[in-house]
């Protein structure tokens, strides 16, 4: 089965400054991860994805992330904080061995960005 | 080009009662997630639709049910609603139903059950 975990439910930076959004997974397979962003009152978009293809994914919006098979880790980063950031972030698994993908969202972590 | 749209954005129905909601993919998509977020959660998983046939079913009751039709827009029904049904649905729409596919998400329907 397929899990993963916001290391933090909330997370606070100021603008201008770094962010660092942690997350784990777990999967009996190769994973599809993603991170999402929901802002208030809007769908879920999509930052990036990685598939298998290079560990560094560069996303929209300045955003990227590393995938460590080694420490199962696929933490979201940005070199600069906008307050136009502040949302809801979603780390995603998807299964790979199926015409069957659902999402497996975890469980969020809000990133607030001070002035 | 128009994305995906849900219908309605926001409803009030009383315990007991049964709902319907309503989504449409994007033009060219054949596949259909329902994901069911409760208020402080991730959203989770309750179909999938892939050219009308159901390929997923998340760990939800027999209450709660889906269909895709011929021009591949979906239902989702939820009847004897209880209190704890209150969540945003959200419908995602993609291309296919294999991996890496990226799924595009609506703005949701809000249930609130009273």
């Known amino acids: ?115 | 080009d128009a994305g995906v749209t849900q219908s309605p954005t926001h409803l009030i129905k009383t315990r007991g009662q049964q709902v319907t909601l309503r989504c449409s993919p994007i033009s060219g998509h054949k596949s259909v997630s329902w994901y069911q977020q409760v208020l402080g959660q991730g959203p989770q998983f309750i179909f999938q639709y892939y050219e009308k046939e159901e390929r997923g079913r998340g760990n939800f009751p027999d209450r709660f049910s889906a269909r895709q039709f011929p021009n591949y827009s979906s239902e989702l029904n939820v009847n004897a609603l209880l209190l704890g049904d209150s969540a945003l649905y959200l419908c995602a729409s993609s291309s296919s139903d294999r991996r890496n596919t990226e799924a595009f998400f609506g703005q949701g329907t809000r249930l609130t059950v009273v």
């Open chain 1, 1 to 115: 089965a397929q899990s993963v975990t916001q290391l933090d439910s909330h997370v606070s930076v100021s603008e201008g400054t770094p962010v660092l959004l942690r997350c784990n997974y777990s999967s009996s397979y190769s994973p599809s991860l993603f991170w999402y962003v929901q802002h208030p009152n809007k769908g879920l978009q999509l930052l990036l994805k990685y598939t298998s293809a290079a560990t560094l994914v560069k996303g929209i919006n300045g955003f990227e992330a590393e995938f460590k098979k080694s420490e199962t880790s696929f933490h979201l980063t940005k070199p600069s904080a906008h307050m136009s950031d502040a949302a809801e972030y979603f780390c995603v698994v998807s299964a790979t061995y199926s015409g069957n993908t659902p999402l497996v969202f975890g469980k969020g972590t809000r990133l607030s960005v001070i002035a």
